[in-house]
């Protein structure tokens, strides 16, 4: 954005607590969908796992083989490390501040467990997955995947003494890592107390905007951890000003103003979509894996 816009901060619509919904041992928080929020369109759904410890001769995560169809998965690995598989044959064990980005499009089946060492010798974990959703004409898509980890995401210095970490988009001449199919733009924030970011968003794009850990103001509303902060959509610049020490996953994209048919791990826009994406599960079009 040139230095001479008039920058004008948008406007706190609603702050969204993430509901505990632990997965066996596993502490879960969600606040994507939640009550009155279906979803915060292209943004589908998030899960917060952790921060917990785990002790040796652990059984680790429990997201064995399980398929996908019609969006895009991106797994934050704050801490710990996490292991994934899938039926298009990649594989890899992305470690804290890594980045998955997955494609499930036309149909996947991933694992994402915790590899050999962390089972056997335990340690902290914490990671964060948000869905993507795709349009209708990209639900079909070539599934695919990436793996970042954290050497291969920029880091950039920002004004107000704040970092960001690139991982798709544009920022400032620099570009993420990860080329998306929607323009999406998605990275995460870490400020220091006292840090005051006045961060650029085109008018019209859907802001995520997710509180990790700390005390932040947004727009001039103070925000508590484990809240997804809903912004309106008419300003040019988001405003944050961190109380303490603060994480934050920080993303927007184009509205895709679609109907949303939803079926466990499917997204698809209609009912028969979503009836086809099971047969065709059930029917092994989207390929197998063992592990």
């Known amino acids: 954005m ?3 816009t008039i920058q004008s901060a948008r406007r706190v619509i609603a702050q969204h607590p993430a ?3 632990d997965i066996g041992d596993l502490v879960t928080r969600r606040p994507l969908p939640g009550l009155g929020l279906d979803q915060l369109d292209p943004f589908l759904f998030l899960n917060h796992h952790g921060p917990q410890v785990y002790p040796a001769n652990n059984r680790g995560l429990p997201f064995g083989p399980h398929p996908h169809r019609g969006f895009e998965t991106v797994t934050f690995i704050l801490a710990g490390s996490l ?5 298009a044959k990649h ?3 992305i470690n804290a501040g890594g980045v998955q980005w997955m494609t499930a499009g036309s149909g996947i089946v991933h694992a994402e467990i915790s590899p050999p060492e962390f089972l056997r010798d335990g340690g ?3 990671i964060l997955q948000l869905w993507v959703n795709l349009p209708s004409r990209l639900k079909m898509s070539e599934p695919r995947y990436v793996g970042l980890q954290q050497q291969s995401i920029p880091a950039i210095a920002l004004p107000g003494g704040g970092e960001l970490n690139l991982i798709a988009g544009q920022w400032q001449g620099s570009v993420g890592p990860i080329e998306t199919l929607t323009g999406v733009f998605m ?3 870490a400020l220091p107390a006292g840090a005051r970011e006045q961060l650029p968003v085109a ?7 997710y509180v990790v850990e700390g005390e932040v103001t947004v727009g001039g509303e103070p925000a508590k951890p484990h809240h997804l902060i809903e912004v309106d959509r008419e300003g040019n610049s988001v405003e944050i000003e961190a109380n303490s ?17 939803s079926h466990g791990p499917f997204v698809m826009t209609t009912r028969e979509e979503i009836i086809q994406a099971v047969e065709d599960y059930q029917n092994g079009k989207f390929g197998g894996l063992t592990l």
């Open 187 to 189: 990275s995460t924030l």
């Open 91 to 93: 594989q890899s064990v």
């Open 124 to 126: 902290p974990l914490e």
């Open 203 to 209: 008018p019209g794009r859907q802001v995520f905007l």
């Open 83 to 87: 292991a994934h598989a899938d039926s």
């Open 2 to 4: 040139p230095s001479d």
């Open 19 to 21: 509901k505990r919904d």
């Open 245 to 261: 020490d603060a994480r934050l996953v920080f993303g927007h994209g184009e509205v895709i103003d679609e109907p949303v048919y």
